[in-house]
């Protein structure tokens, strides 16, 4: 199938989840994860109509980013672990950050906006998992960073995100996402701009949806599977 089959296959899909969920499917943002997939994909989903797309590494967004200067409303999200030297580079070419998950890199970000007078939307990444492999913030450590955040006048915090342990069953995935619902909840009441839940990928955002996901991020089920090279395994 083509990546505009395949947009419109998930489209539908997200619109049977919303309904079963008694939720409204423009409430549900579809983003589409490029990485590793070449700019061509890209320029094909954004054909197609798709404007959302989340990359996980810095340095291979700057090289595809050249070409892609001509989509003037694509929007483009860092969906990645973010390393302290590339937080210059990281603010300059995203819209929003959605792996933040602690003050250092925060204050990183927030000079790195200053500079470009900008203001950054941010997500915090939330570890819920005991993988070695996840990357984010204990979950206890959030109320901190959040008061924190306060300080720093050019982020702007929207939600949390998490990646939950590969399971082919979607079903695992539930009890990650509703703790990560409830950490939303419980904070939003102190930080009212804590709206966004970025749940949910290829094989389980139907469940996230279900949990009160505000973004799934999807690749392999919209542009295929990825061949990684050796450098980027």
Known sequence: MSIAQNLERLHDQIA??????????????????SKVHPVEVILEAYA????????????????????LSS??????HLIGPLQSNKTNRAAELFH???????????????????????QLPILIEVKLSHEESKHGLAP????TLLNALAELPHLEPHGLMTVPPW??????????FRQLRGLRDQQ???????????????????VAIEEGSTCVRVGTALFGKRTYPPAAQ
């Open 140 to 143: 206890e450590d959030l109320p």
């Open 167 to 176: 399971s082919e069953d979607p079903e695992s995935a539930r009890s990650y």
């Open 16 to 33: 049977d989840a919303a309904r079963r969920a008694n939720r409204s499917e423009t409430d549900i943002a579809l983003m589409a994860v």
């Open 71 to 76: 989509l003037a409303d694509a929007e483009y």
């Open 188 to 206: 939003q009441r102190l930080h009212p701009t804590l709206t966004q839940l970025s749940i949910g990928m290829s094989n389980d955002f139907a």
């Open 48 to 67: 197609a109509g798709q404007r959302l797309f989340g990359e996980n590494r810095v340095q291979e967004f700057a090289e595809k980013s050249a070409s």
């Open 96 to 118: 929003s950050i959605d792996t933040v998950d602690s003050l250092k890199i925060a204050q990183r970000l927030n000079t790195a906006a200053q500079a470009l007078n900008k």
